[in-house]
């Protein structure tokens, strides 16, 4: 997939980069862009940090699968995925999804089919570091859902 990139990384990435990287091909009538990030609750807990961890090449593989599949569904141009692994600290970015189409409503399902299959679907092991102590966190039951609307 030439238009597809997929990074798993422990660096932080910059929107602004990735944005331009996104809107150089003037076919493209439609840029939709995520950024996830580590925020301070969850399931009532205060959370401090959080931990990403991995399977190398078994995660990218899942990525490309993924990428292929909303090419499948919607005419996309370009996908960019970029996800972080490692320890962060609140308020850092954890996920980038950048998706391009001629129309804007491809972009919209595109991206967020991307990342609702990438919190169920994606090997991530997450652990956070909360006020009760750490904590293994599995996909919610509202990933699930979203999940299962678009099969």
């Known amino acids: 997939m030439e238009n597809t990139h997929i ?3 422990q660096a932080d990435f910059n929107v602004a980069d990735e944005y331009t990287q996104l809107s150089q091909d003037d076919s493209d009538g439609a840029i939709v862009t995520f950024v996830g990030k580590v925020r ?3 399931e009532g807990n205060d959370v401090s940090q959080l931990t990403l961890e991995h399977y190398p090449g078994m995660t990218e593989k899942v990525l ?3 990428a292929l599949e909303a090419r499948e569904r919607w005419s996309l141009n ?3 995925i970029i996800h972080r692994v490692g320890t962060m600290e609140l308020g850092e970015q954890i996920v980038f999804i950048g998706v ?4 804007r409503q491809a972009a919209f399902d595109g991206c967020e089919f991307l990342i609702d299959f990438l919190k169920t679907k994606a090997p991530f092991w997450k652990l956070e570091a909360t006020d009760k102590g750490d904590k293994w ?3 919610r039951e509202t990933d699930q859902h979203a999940t299962s609307l678009w099969q």
Do not use: C, F, G, P
């Open 78 to 80: 370009h996908i960019r």
């Open 40 to 42: 301070n609750r969850n």
């Open 137 to 139: 966190v599995d996909a």
């Open 100 to 103: 391009t189409s001629q129309h």
């Open 7 to 9: 990074l798993v990384q």
């Open 64 to 66: 490309q699968e993924l």
